[in-house]
């Protein structure tokens, strides 16, 4: 069973925008928030951006000011707008339900969506 589908991303040119969406079908667990990480060819998982049921939100430096991380919590569906595409962006975006509150850092009972591939040219 898929509990988080992942719709977005694709390919753009530098400069560009794409927003990814992240549906889940179970509330986020207590004490935890929904977030994004990405994983670029040849490197680590990193995190991105995480939002609480408060919708409170923490970035990864490099993700201030160009993404924005929002929640519909009556759909239970996380975004992602993703402004001011660069090259070095290129990378498999992921979802999870599983990042500790108030950290970027992922519990151990994370769910995780399928990925989604966003592709950046110069």
């Known amino acids: 069973q898929d509990h988080l589908v992942q719709s977005g991303g694709g390919s753009v040119q530098a400069g560009g925008s794409l927003r990814l969406s992240c549906a889940s079908s179970?509330?986020?667990?207590?004490?935890?928030?929904m977030g994004w990480f990405r994983q670029g060819p040849g490197k680590e998982r990193e995190a991105i951006a995480a939002?609480?049921?408060?919708?409170?939100?923490l970035y990864a430096n490099f993700a201030k000011g160009r993404f924005t991380i929002s929640k519909d919590n009556a759909k239970n569906i996380v975004y992602l707008q993703m402004n001011n595409l660069k090259p070095e962006d290129d990378a498999i975006y992921y979802c999870?339900?599983?990042?500790?509150?108030?950290?970027?850092?992922?519990?151990?009972?994370?769910?995780w969506g399928q990925g989604s591939q966003v592709t950046v040219s110069s």
């Open positions: 939002i609480d049921n408060d919708g409170d939100a």
């Open positions: 999870t339900d599983g990042v500790v509150t108030g950290t970027l850092v992922v519990g151990p009972f994370a769910y």
């Open positions: 179970r509330p986020t667990p207590y004490g935890y928030s």
